[in-house]
T-cell receptor, first 110, second 113 residues
């Protein structure tokens, strides 16, 4: 069974801090990794895509991938209350089927 | 604004009704998806169409019937649903091939009474 695991949270961080969201996956052949943000009652929104080991930065967001450890993370710098949402990790094994983790709920308090 | 458009935004239907959910994308994507999402759960894949052909059916009950009339349109026909089918139904599209992210529509909130 191919699985993607995340801590459900909530992860509570103060405004301005770094939020660190983690995800592990079981299928060693996975090749594509995505982070989605989902506000309550809304649809998932793509935040980051990462395909190779290392870091990828986009504004306040940094995705980190370590294929040897089967681990992908998302760092949010200078967290804002508007970042409060559920963050979904999704993994793909070179097929059309994207496997989602259960999501981590992030709460950023003023 | 999303580039994947879903209608209606909300739908309430009885267990004997027949209704359809509609999805449209104009990004030239070759793959289109239906997901179901219950509260506080991740999206659950239902169907995938690739080049207008059904490529994945995740053992979805026959009361859900997908249709892909052309490369831009995707429908989900609903018949004889159960109250437990109430959920957010999400359409998504991608360039396909596995390495491409999914782009989601805003979803249809379905309530079965």
């Amino acid at each position: 069974q191919k699985e993607v695991e995340q801590n459900s949270g909530p992860l509570s961080v103060p405004e301005g801090a770094i939020a660190s969201l983690n995800c592990t996956y079981s299928d060693r052949g996975s090749q594509s990794f995505f982070w989605y943000r989902q506000y309550s009652g809304k649809s998932p929104e793509l935040i980051m895509s990462i395909y190779s080991n290392g870091d990828k930065e986009d504004g306040r967001f940094t995705a980190q991938l370590n294929k040897a450890s089967q681990y992908v993370s998302l760092l949010i710098r200078d967290s804002q209350p508007s970042d409060s949402a559920t963050y979904l990790c999704a993994v793909n094994h070179n097929t059309d089927k994207l496997i989602f983790g259960t999501g981590t709920r992030l709460q950023v308090f003023p | 604004d999303t580039e994947v458009t879903q209608t209606p935004k909300h739908l309430v239907m009885g267990m004997t009704n027949k209704k359809s959910l509609k999805c449209e994308q104009h990004m030239g994507h070759r793959a289109m998806y239906w997901y179901k999402q219950k509260a506080k759960k991740p999206p659950e894949l239902m169907f995938v169409y690739s080049y207008e052909k059904l490529s994945i059916n995740e053992s979805v009950p026959s009361r859900f019937s997908p249709e892909c009339p052309n490369s831009s349109l995707l429908n989900l026909h609903l018949h004889a649903l159960q109250p437990e089918d109430s959920a957010l139904y999400l359409c998504a599209s991608s360039e396909g091939g596995g390495g491409s992210p999914l782009h989601f529509g805003n979803g249809t909130r379905l309530t079965v009474t």
